[in-house]
């Protein structure tokens, strides 16, 4: 079983930054997981913002966040991080982190979840 915890969301202006750790509890992390990041806003659907392979030589980006998020990994702490600038009010959402998809872009393929963290850009 794979335990995933989000951290880091809180408040932010529009403008500014924050950064998602999301820690693995998996001893073969590196080289099982691929890992992603989506995010639910309120009477949305869950939505795929990016994705990462076990070696982090494949990344993957949705179009909206193209240029102002950048996901990583460190294997060595069993951990991915989505880096978030220039945040918008539209990017206010619970964002959670996942593993094990069959397709990176859709929610239902993936194996384990975190339980969120809440991301409220103000404007």
């Known amino acids: 079983q794979v335990q995933l915890v989000e951290s880091g969301g809180g408040l932010v202006q529009a403008g500014g930054s924050l950064r998602l750790p999301c820690a693995a509890s998996l001893r073969t992390f590196s080289i099982y997981l691929m890992m992603g990041w989506f995010r639910q806003a309120p009477g949305k659907e869950r939505e795929f913002v990016a994705a990462?392979?076990?070696?982090?030589?494949?990344?993957y980006y949705a179009d909206s966040v193209k240029g102002r998020f950048t996901i990583s990994r460190d294997n060595a702490k069993n951990t991915v991080y989505l880096q978030m600038n220039s945040l918008k009010p539209e990017d206010t959402a619970v964002y959670y982190c996942?593993?094990?998809?069959?397709?990176?872009?859709?929610?239902?393929?993936?194996?384990?979840w975190g339980q969120g963290t809440q991301v409220t850009v103000s404007s």
């Open positions: 990462i392979s076990g070696s982090g030589g494949n990344i």
């Open positions: 996942a593993a094990g998809p069959r397709d990176i872009y859709f929610s239902d393929t993936y194996d384990y």
